[in-house]
């Protein structure tokens, strides 16, 4: 598939123009709360506005609220921000678990797409056509390129590939829209702090190929130029565990720029949550034993969601000390 026949219009629309005159009190703590630590003060990252893109998808019945709510930030929040006790999905930050962390200079939209039962029925049937079409086609073309990369992994480590598929069980696919305004310090902030990602394959779009995403390679920071047409493959955490670490999944980070705002989507495909999640029974022998422990992946992802961004920390806590054949 042509992967910029992809058409993002939500994320360039909510991109494209800050709110003026938001009350206070619609203005996210992350815009509150002092983002760097520094005595220059930093002007405010600016507010989103999506209020033209929702008025496309409403009853009649509504729109006289919605001309009402739509003038204000806090309509946005209430329809696809997250929520309490909701996770991370909808609108907002993920990895904030203390008032007095350092926030990244990032906004986010974060949305399970597959399978489709999971989906929160308060976010995904409300996105707007025909974006919420996109992201149905998107997802699905998606999730085959991911099981096609998968199998081709498998294949190289001569693991029959129904062993890794059988560990991925029914496979959940989630996607992270992420914006990064310009900062005017961009040397103080970080977009996205350096991390590996927790699931299994992720494919990385760079929508307005704008430079910002860098890998550790050789414990140096390389840029990864976005390429017209091109996708990037990250391996996660999940599949570092499942081929017993013979796959390593890739520390990156994201930075961000004064001059032109940055949009990625990244498409994860990972296992269920209800999956045991350990190595490929074919790679553990007695000259190759287990590198990790095995964890329900739903424990995984809490415990991973539940801590800021730092690095692989995470995944090296479930590292089996004997075992461990290729420390970093
Ligand atoms: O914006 C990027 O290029 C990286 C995004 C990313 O790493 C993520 O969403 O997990
Ligand atoms: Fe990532």
Redesign the pocket.
């Known amino acids: 598939m042509e992967p910029t026949s992809l058409t993002v219009p939500f994320v360039q629309e909510i991109a494209k123009e800050p709110l003026t005159g938001v009350p206070e009190r619609y203005v996210r703590p992350h815009h509150e709360r002092p983002i760097i630590s520094t005595t220059t003060p930093l002007p405010q990252v600016p507010v989103i506005d999506l209020s033209k893109l929702l008025s496309q998808d409403f009853e009649e019945t509504e729109l006289e609220n919605l001309h009402y709510a739509c003038k204000e930030w806090g309509f946005f929040q209430k329809k696809f921000g997250q929520r309490e006790g909701e996770g991370v999905e909808g609108y907002g930050q993920a990895f904030v678990v203390s008032e007095e962390q350092k926030l990244e200079w990032a906004d986010?939209f974060f949305i399970l797409t597959l399978p489709p039962y999971l989906r929160k029925p308060y976010l995904f049937p409300h996105i707007p056509l025909p974006f919420r079409g996109d992201i149905e086609t998107y997802s699905a073309e998606l999730k085959n390129l991911a099981i096609q990369i998968i199998d081709l992994m498998a294949k190289a480590l001569t693991v029959d590939i129904k062993e890794i598929r059988e560990l991925f069980g029914e496979g959940i696919q989630s996607m992270?829209m992420?914006y990064?305004p310009p900062c005017p310090q961009p040397e103080l902030v970080m977009?996205?702090n350096p991390?590996s990602?927790g699931g299994g394959l992720?494919i990385?779009l760079?929508a307005n190929e704008v430079e910002?995403?860098q890998i550790k390679k050789d414990g140096s920071w390389v840029p990864i130029k976005p390429l017209p047409n091109a996708f990037?493959i990250?391996l996660g955490d999940m599949l570092e565990i499942m081929t017993n670490g013979n796959y390593r999944s890739i520390e990156?980070?994201?930075k961000v720029n004064t001059e032109r705002e940055?949009l990625?989507i990244?498409t994860f495909y990972s296992p269920g949550k209800d999956v045991i999640v350990g190595a490929a029974p074919s790679l553990v022998t007695q000259k190759t034993p287990a590198v990790f422990k095995t964890i329900s992946a739903g424990e995984y992802y809490s415990g991973y969601l539940a801590r800021e961004l730092r690095g692989r920390s995470y995944l090296d806590s479930l590292r089996i000390q004997n075992g461990d054949k290729k420390s970093c």
Do not use: K
């Open positions: 986010m992270r992420n990064y977009g996205l991390h990602d992720t990385l760079q910002g995403l990037i990250n990156h980070r994201a940055r990625s990244a």
